[in-house]
């Protein structure tokens, strides 16, 4: 079995950090989510990786490099343009040839790993295999339609009256047979080639597509609020370590990760936290569910369920809560007069200020 993960995606819901960044590498517990899915694919026995990319591929390819620190052989497939999951399939027609494969997407995160999927797709053999979970709003996503014996009747792509409220996990599951599908599919009325419709060919055609509805945790980390919620997810899971430095004025309590090179001078973390490589904490608080990325610094102030990425600065600020902050940032206190604010902000930034 081979494995083929997308991510040529834009992430525009991640505006402004993905003008500048891979929306696959934005860090959860200070480790990028697409290395999450890497990890499991290998996990999974799983040795041959196509990686779809399009224009961050310099990127996801410096972070990513051949795969061996993966355990897998990566070769990279250039996507033009986003123009649908099914197309992903189709520009990967070669790499994949006539063997099985798991295509997963490079910005979800999925816990518990896709061991026993495999498992399942070996001995069951069907055309498709695809996971599925309960949302709250399913008009968001791929929605699958199941009969009175939960076999898969029916598939639609973020449809305005679903049919059922169980949407499509990013992993998918697939026998040589799709290829035949994609070849045969039109554009949708989003100018893209859906999986969806793939799928629905193939039970058209009278081929097995199996379902399982996981009770286990998954995100589709396109949004600061599920990229947080992530982010507190793992972290709840993390080993207290101290590799850094840490006086005898700072407190640490409960599971906090001080990483090589970092220094905590005169504050108090409190976790499940993480502070990255070379990072320095002074005269500050760092609440739970927070990630500081490497070479940050954060003096005299205080930042909770928040995740920094490398070498921001914070300095003096008083509170700051459910904050995604990126590379480079500075973030200090406005000047006490005149009374006003004065705002750089990126396109599409999003701003809310307590006046």
Not at 27 to 39: I, Q, R, S
Not at 236 to 254: F, I, M, N, T
Request: net charge negative.
């Amino acid at each position: 079995m081979k494995a083929l993960v997308l991510a040529g995606g834009s992430g525009t819901r991640l505006r402004p950090i993905t003008h500048t960044s891979a929306k696959q590498l934005v860090p959860v517990a200070n480790k990028p989510v697409l290395f999450y899915g890497l990890e499991a694919i290998a996990a999974a026995g799983i040795r041959e990786l196509g990686l779809v990319v399009g224009d961050t591929q310099p990127e996801i390819e410096a972070a990513v490099g051949d795969g061996s620190a993966f355990g897998l052989q990566v070769t990279y497939l250039r996507q033009e343009a986003p123009l649908g999951l099914a197309h992903g399939v189709l520009i990967a027609r070669e790499f994949l040839g006539d063997e099985d494969f798991v295509m997963y997407l490079g910005d979800n995160f999925i816990v518990g790993g896709i061991n026993g999927l495999v498992d399942r797709f070996h001995r069951e053999r069907p055309a498709a295999q695809i996971m599925l979970t309960k949302v709250g709003d399913p008009r968001q996503f791929g929605v699958a339609e199941l009969d009175a014996q939960g076999r898969v009747v029916g598939l639609e792509e973020k449809p305005a009256r679903p049919k059922s409220d169980l949407a499509l996990v990013g992993v998918y599951l697939f026998g040589p047979a799709i290829h035949a599908a994609v070849a045969e599919l039109k554009p949708s009325w989003r100018g893209e080639l859906e999986i969806t419709d793939a799928i629905q060919w193939l039970i058209e055609e009278g081929l097995r597509v199996e379902s399982s509805v996981i009770s286990g945790y998954w995100k589709d980390t396109g949004n600061v609020t599920d990229m947080l919620e992530v982010n507190r997810l793992v972290l709840e899971s993390v080993e207290p370590r101290v590799d850094g430095q840490v006086d005898a004025a700072s407190e640490l309590v409960g599971r906090v990760v001080v990483e090589r090179g970092a220094v905590v001078e005169r504050s108090r973390i409190v976790g499940p936290a993480i502070i990255g490589a070379d990072a320095r904490i002074r005269d500050s608080y760092v609440g739970p569910f927070t990630s500081i990325g490497a070479r940050c610094a954060v003096a005299d102030s205080e930042i909770e369920y928040s995740i920094v990425l490398p070498r921001a600065s914070i300095s003096g600020v008083r509170r700051i809560e459910s904050s995604l902050i990126g590379h480079d940032v500075e973030v200090t206190p406005a000047p006490n007069t005149p009374r006003a604010h004065r705002l750089v902000l990126g396109d599409h930034s999003k701003v809310q200020i307590s006046s």
